[in-house]
């Protein structure tokens, strides 16, 4: 067997990966707060070939030379490593729903170990009573008049609790103040993360921490700026025309591996049916 096959595959196995990333990030363009994800790709470690024992080569003089045991270093292929999403702002478009609330970021402070800046998030809590983070700020009223997510979860505040409203003539202060017939209801929950990598994504733009720890309070930091805007929803970061070129990228590279993998399989053939045959 080629050991070229397994070099092949190995590549085609991570464009193909890269290719279904690239396509969800395509499939939410339109989603409001969604974070493209992107891909990082590793080689394999090396393997140092060497020969089993002591060869002869003949030389032009008659004589023998020896060669040398090392034959070499063999790459063995290629794999998508991580996919991680890119927390960078999103565009801000108004709606002119008072339930809709997209968060603007300013200034983030830079995680000293992995050199990245922090980002924010709404909270929120889930049929479990678990906390859960968004930047889908998509909210509406259910039927007791709480403020919910569209995946039905509650909207907290700044203490953790459930905000109730009694119609969607409300206001939101860019502090995330939230007042109803001139008095402060609530404000908006909004939590830091100051490695947001690390936060798992649970599809519908919902994220949760590892082990269900606790985010820190936005508001709490100095360091921490930014502003909330109702009436408006921030758009997904994917830039649909570089992902679009990435894909064709990662389809043309795949199919220079398959091909790759065609002319493996017609030398198999070959040595199969004529090299081996017997007179």
């Known amino acids: 067997m080629f050991r070229g096959f397994y070099t092949v595959a190995t590549g085609m196995i991570a464009q193909q990966r890269k290719t279904e990333m690239l396509t969800n990030n395509m499939s ?7 974070k493209a994800d992107q891909s990082s790709m590793r080689a394999f470690p090396d ?16 004589g023998t030379l020896s060669n040398s045991p090392v034959v070499g270093a063999l790459n063995t292929g ?39 800046a922090g980002a924010i998030f709404f909270a929120l809590e889930n049929e479990d ?11 509406t009223l259910d039927g007791q008049g709480f403020l919910t997510s569209s995946e039905g979860y509650y909207v907290l505040d700044e203490a953790g609790n459930r905000i109730e409203l009694q119609n969607d003539r409300f206001t ?13 209801v609530a404000r908006i929950g909004v939590t830091y993360s100051e490695d947001p990598m690390n936060l798992i994504k649970e599809g519908n733009g919902l994220l949760r921490a590892p082990d269900d720890a606790v985010l820190e309070n936005a508001y709490a930091s100095e360091e921490i ?9 921030e758009r997904s970061n994917v830039d649909s025309a570089r992902t679009m070129t990435d894909m064709m990228t990662s389809y043309r590279a795949f ?19 004529e090299v081996g045959r017997v007179n």
Not at 172 to 184: A, F, I, M, R, S
């Open 28 to 34: 939410n363009v339109n989603t409001p707060g969604f």
């Open 47 to 62: 393997m140092l070939l060497s020969s089993l024992g002591e060869s002869k080569i003949p030389s032009q003089n008659g």
């Open 78 to 116: 290629v794999y998508m490593q991580e996919t991680m999403p890119h927390f960078t702002q999103g565009d801000v478009r108004e709606t002119g729903l008072s339930t809709d609330i997209a968060l603007v970021q300013g200034n983030m402070p830079i995680n000293e170990d992995t050199g990245r």
């Open 129 to 139: 009573g678990a906390d859960r983070f968004t930047r889908n700020g998509n909210f």
């Open 172 to 184: 939101v202060q860019e502090n995330g103040v939230v007042t109803q017939d001139g008095q402060n």
């Open 225 to 233: 700026s930014f502003s909330v805007s109702q009436g408006s929803l």
């Open 255 to 273: 199919e220079a591996n398959q091909k790759v993998l065609q002319a493996y399989d017609r030398s198999m053939e070959k040595a199969v049916n």
